[in-house]
């Protein structure tokens, strides 16, 4: 069985950040977000990484931290650009935000062939979810059911004071499977809990803090790619008349059309480590100081490479 290969989707803008907070430094050399990532990632068992960027950011990106990776792992390049769509669609003119979470994975097919994990390159999520998301890969493989996984984090701590966020709102079954995965694009703390909406604040209505939702830490075969290939058009078609400049193709609609066809099961794999990410320049010293903190109690060197 290959060896777990391990995706980074790093080409989004970062608009919310206003800046490439993909190679915005939290460490105290000078280490990014991604540093700790990989770092734990490498531990695990992954030798492997595939970063998906965009051209335009490949110079900065390679000399924040690809060229320094590439010392310690194979470190390989894929480019998600507006204009990769299937034959007969086109960017509708003043489209700007890129396709999504699964058109960036999608822009690493070519180079993946066996199974593999999916991160974003802007969240901390700690060394025990990398561990068993490589165990699971390296142990499970797919059969006339897609066997796949995620690592799930309570609502309660992925949310931001600064703004709203987008999270994947997991319903898990009895036997520790996902049901179904609904991606909220627009989540707020408030006084008295936390809230989505979804007709840009008319209405709203309440998660629970202990939800279960998904940061993008997925665990996938080979065959995920082949669905969402085939997929992608009709969703083109679909959407692109509805909404033309935003519109975009996550992973959690995938999933969730395979669990409803009962061509996948997800397995949803426990952490004990709190997620920590930067969606605003606000987030960004609550993660400096988590990770000096487990600097200080010698979870990570301070120089992390060496």
């Known amino acids: ?45 992954f030798d492997t990484v595939i970063f998906v960027i965009k051209h335009e950011i490949e110079a900065s990106f390679k000399a924040a931290i690809g060229d320094r990776l590439s010392r310690v792992m194979d470190v390989k390049y894929a480019y998600q650009q507006l204009d990769e769509l299937p ?25 993946i062939d066996g199974p593999f994990a999916v991160i974003n390159s802007d969240d901390y999520y700690g ?10 890969l390296s142990s499970h493989r797919d059969g006339a059911v897609y066997d796949y996984c995620m690592v799930s984090y309570l609502l309660k701590n992925t949310v931001s004071e600064h703004g709203s966020v987008a999270r994947g709102i997991c319903t898990p079954t009895a036997a520790g499977k996902l049901a179904n995965v609904t991606e909220r694009t627009r989540i707020e703390p408030y006084a008295g809990g936390i809230h989505y909406t979804e007709d840009g604040g008319e209405s709203w209505a309440d998660l629970p803090g202990d939800t279960p939702v998904s940061m993008n830490l997925w665990g996938f075969g080979e065959s995920f790619l082949h669905e969402a290939e085939a997929r992608f058009s009709g969703w083109l078609a679909e959407n692109l008349p509805k909404n033309p400049l935003k519109c975009e193709y996550f992973l959690p609609l995938v999933v969730s059309e395979l669990i409803d066809e009962h061509k996948a099961e997800v397995h949803i794999l426990q952490s004990g480590d709190k997620w920590y990410g930067v969606t605003y320049k606000e987030d960004k010293p609550v993660v400096v100081a988590a990770i000096a903190q487990k600097i200080a109690a010698g979870q990570y060197p301070a120089e992390l490479w060496g």
Not at 87 to 111: D, I, Q, Y
């Open 127 to 136: 060394p025990e979810a990398f561990a068993v998301i490589y165990d699971y």
């Open 1 to 45: 069985m290959k060896k777990p290969v391990l995706v980074v989707m790093a080409a989004g803008m970062g608009s919310r950040y206003g800046g490439m907070k993909q190679i915005d430094p939290v460490g105290p050399s000078g280490q990014l977000i991604i540093d700790y990532s990989i770092y734990d990632a490498h531990r695990a068992g």
């Open 87 to 111: 034959a007969g669609f086109s960017v509708p003119a003043g489209r700007e935000k890129p396709w999504g979470t699964c058109h960036a994975v999608l822009a690493a097919k070519s180079l």
